[in-house]
């Protein structure tokens, strides 16, 4: 029997997904030995026309990382999804939209102008922007077209596992790998990971107490944090009650409050504001002025609550800068 | 619910109103049996204590289809438990500011205490926040559903076959 062919493939990511990948190790050769790695473009030469001469549902899996912003992206992972019997939605980003998710605060025509002439380090007196089609004498140059919002994947095609975490912890993909090749897999739409609070399996959460109030919030340059002791109730910002397990605290352990790349547990529809919830509930201030003044030290919420979810919560993107296209999810 | 015109000066907002049971609810229906007249635009949904009201529930409401969302609970110290409008006070400051960043006014999201004697204060609050909506116009959010492919991408793809913009 042929080994089942896999393939890896990269949206509006960072690169940090394929690390993961390569942070295997050594059990990454028991993984090539196992699967026909087909098609990773990151790693290895292939190109978009070794996916078209595939057929249909030859990829026995593809794990696909990056959230879906350009038309490029969402024509590859059609593609993609025509030829794989199975997609993984590999780490925050094509789970929950991810930090490129944020974008959804501005619109495509704002992050051009940023990124081509506000930027303080670019130069560009011509005002020279990229064009989808250029005409030069050799013929015309084409380039992807930019969207005005970004997307998961599951909000462009068909998903049938998700991956999740920033990127996803090294214990998990080996797991998912090992279910996908043995067929143990659960139910379809499942997040490959554990499904409880980070809370659960933190390394502090015997020093949380009984009752837990909160003065005021800190940032971590703020204080000078005790390693021994959960880090909300010393005033961090952690999010770790309303994520999802399976990082084993690598954040906290490193003395930094989780900010919730694990996404929440399937108890929860909409991360930032269940997360917004639990923390508004332990503060200690009762007067609406001496609320305002605690939660100023919480300079953006947006930021801060939907930090890998904007586009996979219920506001999905900011509403007024949506653009009169129609695209006001 | 019935269809949202786009007429605005046929403009009928929505308003989802969540109230407590113990106070808000009660002030509510002291107003209905005392045949107090205000603008009909809000559903109320009972909930045993503002404290109880998840800002899931109000995400999720504009997400339906609200053009604003009412809570109402016992002023403070009245609690019924304690502390629940205090939780309701601080998650509502902390939502507001996040649903501003988010291009939401601030107008649509409004919390107020109203007691149960006070039937006189729900028709006033329904009928300001109505008038207030009504001034602001309609919140087109589109549905989305919570999980899955919920989102239809045509627009999107209408703006990649134009060559964006």
């Given at each position: ?329 | ?14 308003i989802v109103a969540f109230f407590c049971n113990w106070c808000t609810y009660t002030g509510a229906d002291l107003a209905g049996t005392s045949r107090m007249v205000y603008a009909p635009n809000a559903r109320v949904i009972r909930v045993?204590?503002s ?19 009412l809570i109402g609970g016992c002023h403070?110290?009245d ?31 409004r919390l107020e205490w109203i007691s149960a004697s006070e039937g006189d204060r729900v028709q006033k609050v329904m009928n300001q926040m109505t008038a ?34």
């Amino acid at each position: 029997m042929s080994k089942p062919k896999v393939g890896l493939y990269w949206c509006a990511s960072c690169g940090g997904c394929e690390e993961a990948v390569v942070d295997l190790g050594e059990d990454i050769l028991a993984v090539v030995e196992a699967v026909d790695l087909s098609f990773w473009p990151v790693a290895l030469d292939f190109k978009r026309t070794d996916v078209e001469a595939m057929a249909d549902g030859e990829l026995a899996v593809t794990f696909i990382n990056g959230a879906i912003r350009n038309s490029e992206q969402f024509e590859m992972v059609e593609k993609l999804r025509q030829k794989s019997q199975l997609i993984v939605a590999f780490g925050s980003c094509a789970h929950l939209g991810g930090i490129p998710g944020l974008a959804n605060v501005a619109n495509r025509e704002a992050i051009l102008k940023e990124a081509y002439s506000n930027v303080p380090s670019v130069v560009n007196d011509n005002g020279t922007s990229p064009q989808e089609s250029t005409e030069v004498k050799e013929g015309t140059l084409t380039l992807p077209a930019l969207w005005n919002t970004v997307k998961t994947l599951d909000q462009v095609i068909a998903v049938d596992y998700y991956l999740p975490g920033c990127p996803p912890p090294v214990k998990l993909i080996k797991n998912a790998v090992m279910a996908i090749l043995s067929g143990k897999l659960p139910e379809k739409g499942a997040v490959l990971a554990p499904d409880n609070a980070l809370c659960d399996e933190c390394p502090h959460r015997d020093s949380k107490p009984e009752k837990l109030t909160i003065k005021e919030f800190k940032r971590p340059s703020q204080i000078k944090v005790d390693p021994e002791q959960c880090l909300l109730a010393q005033g961090l910002l952690c999010l770790g009650s309303i994520t999802r397990a399976g990082c084993e605290a690598a954040c906290v352990k490193a003395n930094m409050p989780c900010t919730g790349c694990m996404g929440p547990t399937s108890h929860v529809k909409d991360y930032g504001a269940k997360a917004l919830s639990a923390l508004m509930s332990v503060i200690e201030a009762k007067e609406a002025g001496e609320i305002e003044t605690m939660l100023k030290n919480v300079v953006d919420p947006v930021g801060t609550f939907y930090r890998y979810s904007l586009p996979a919560s219920n506001m999905h993107r900011r509403y007024d800068l949506a653009g009169e296209r129609g695209d006001k999810r | 619910m019935s269809d949202k015109s786009t007429n605005k000066t046929a403009f009928e907002p929505r308003i989802v109103a969540f109230f407590c049971n113990w106070c808000t609810y009660t002030g509510a229906d002291l107003a209905g049996t005392s045949r107090m007249v205000y603008a009909p635009n809000a559903r109320v949904i009972r909930v045993m204590c503002s404290g109880r009201i998840d800002p899931q529930f109000i995400v999720a409401a504009f997400r339906s289809g609200a053009d604003g969302v009412l809570i109402g609970g016992c002023h403070p110290g009245d609690c019924h438990y304690q502390e629940g409008n205090y939780k309701a006070l601080r998650r509502f400051t902390m939502l507001q500011r996040l649903l501003d960043d988010l291009g939401i006014d601030k107008r649509r999201l409004r919390l107020e205490w109203i007691s149960a004697s006070e039937g006189d204060r729900v028709q006033k609050v329904m009928n300001q926040m109505t008038a207030d909506i009504k001034a602001l116009g309609p919140l087109k959010l589109e549905p989305m559903a919570f999980a899955g492919i919920g989102l239809s991408i045509e627009a999107d793809i209408a703006v990649a076959a134009e060559g964006g913009a």
